[in-house]
């Protein structure tokens, strides 16, 4: 099996499991941080929380064009570093919030990030507002739209957040064993047909044609048997993980080639525009058009 097919599954593994859920609630639930799961490849985020419980300045930024881009740009900056350096990491983003990141490693391959912060570095008042205000002054909301946002976002003291670190590198620890564990399981019990499968979903998700039925017959396995084991051993639906290869591809063209989205669409193995637009738009939570635009000027 290839390298990237297993970081990938491992990811979904992950990102799937009932724990990232779990500790999600429980971190939100105590501290009132949200966390997300990051993919180092593709740059696919999981997040097991609702959008009104991110931090609202954060959602103002986010909703810009030129907002979302320095967003992602920053946090790839950062992510990139911490892949690097194999360390958890506190830093201040571009609107001068606290992120975190923790690497995720399975095997020694960086196989995700956990991301979470947007936390204020000072509990709020007049000054902090006007110094919002001064570092967004590039943002086209209302001083009472913004006042409101910033009204709403989470403060922690340092000895907090210090805290709040040290949960999430344990979690990325339990994360890293489970998923070595299920590596391992995976090598001595894992069917030799859902291997074959996903090997040819890998050769063919770019074909438009690909359907569930033709890769059950590749696999030897009924319809309905190769479904269920399918879920079973990879931990997710045959469609979710063809949807999954898609985007990635079509993230990576959006950010390398000047291909128009329709091109990249059907090139991906999406059979329709309407249909690429609300897959993409579920796993990365804006357009493809939105998502190019977000990318740094240089790439």
Known sequence: MSTSLTANIDFDHLANSPEFAEFTAILKKLTGVVMALNEPASGIIRRE????????????????????????????RHHSH?????????????????????PVFVFGRHVATISSGQLLREPKSRTGFRKLRERLHWLEVSDRSLRAAYEGAPYLPREEITCVMRLLKLFARQLCESAQQIRDLQAQLERVEIRRARE???????????????????????????????????????????????????????AETKHSVTDICFACGFNSLTHFNRVFRAFERCSPSHYRQSLPKQR
């Not at 911490?82 to 923790?102: E, L």
């Not at 319809?223 to 990879?234: K, Y």
């Open 49 to 76: 929380f609702k959008e009104r419980d991110a931090n609202p300045v954060c959602r103002l930024i986010r909703a810009d064009r030129i907002g979302l881009r320095r967003c992602v740009a920053c946090d790839r």
């Open 200 to 254: 040819f979903v890998e050769r063919e998700f770019s074909n438009a044609s690909l359907a569930l039925r033709e890769v059950a017959k590749y696999a030897g396995l009924s319809l309905a048997h190769f479904s269920h084991v399918f879920r079973q051993t990879t931990g997710t639906s045959f469609t979710h993980f063809v949807q999954a290869r898609r985007v990635a591809k079509a993230k990576k063209q959006l």
């Open 82 to 102: 911490v892949a690097a350096s194999g360390k958890a990491q506190r830093y201040v983003c571009h609107a001068g919030f606290w992120d975190i990141a923790v």
